[in-house]
């Protein structure tokens, strides 16, 4: 099971999922990885925001040297599971799909993780503390999600 991750900066919220993701695999010595990109090349070769990585050492997630790149179309040979964390996010990457097979693999993080309510990451960037924690607890729950429908 190999997961890429994305979002815009690749800074916050695919940083965030992409340790999240990973803690859990580890956790539950599932076989897989996980990966993130970011939509725009902007932050390219910058660590998480701060604010990300202090929720995430918050709830015992490392992500603080992890280091931003942008998508790029290996990426759909790379990766079983491409899971966007909002839909402009997710428009963009379907964008670059060239064949039915690439587009089979992008998907939605929260719908893929079967949520209800809530289908979209929301971008914390310009917002405060409390935005990184909501972050925070939609991908944790998210990463459980997918995780038990894939071990079915
Ligand atoms: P992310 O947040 O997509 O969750 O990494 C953002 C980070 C940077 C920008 C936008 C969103 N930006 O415009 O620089």
């Known amino acids: 099971m190999k ?4 979002c815009l900066g690749n800074i916050c919220r695919s940083p965030i999922a992409e340790g999240v993701m990973n803690e859990k695999l580890r956790q539950r010595s599932l076989n897989g990885r996980a990966d993130s990109a970011g939509v725009l090349s902007y932050h390219s070769g910058e660590n998480p ?6 929720v995430a050492a918050q709830y015992q997630v490392d992500i603080k ?3 931003a790149r942008q998508f790029r179309r290996s990426d759909f040979n790379e990766f079983d599971y491409i899971l966007t964390m909002d839909r402009s996010v997710h428009a963009e990457i379907l964008q670059m799909a060239q064949t039915d097979t690439e587009r089979s693999k992008v998907h939605l993080f929260l719908e ?3 949520a209800s309510e809530i289908t979209e990451v ?5 917002g405060g503390p409390e935005g990184f924690d ?6 944790d729950e998210g990463c ?3 995780l038990a429908r894939l071990e079915k």
């Not at 925001?49 to 202090?54: E, G, L, N, P, Y």
């Not at 909501?134 to 991908?139: A, E, G, P, T």
């Open 134 to 139: 909501m972050v925070f607890k939609l991908i």
């Open 144 to 146: 459980n999600r997918i």
């Open 122 to 126: 929301p971008d914390p960037y310009y």
């Open 49 to 54: 925001d701060s604010r990300a990585v202090k």
């Open 3 to 6: 997961f890429l991750m994305v």
């Open 65 to 67: 040297n992890q280091i």
């Open 112 to 114: 893929f993780a079967g």
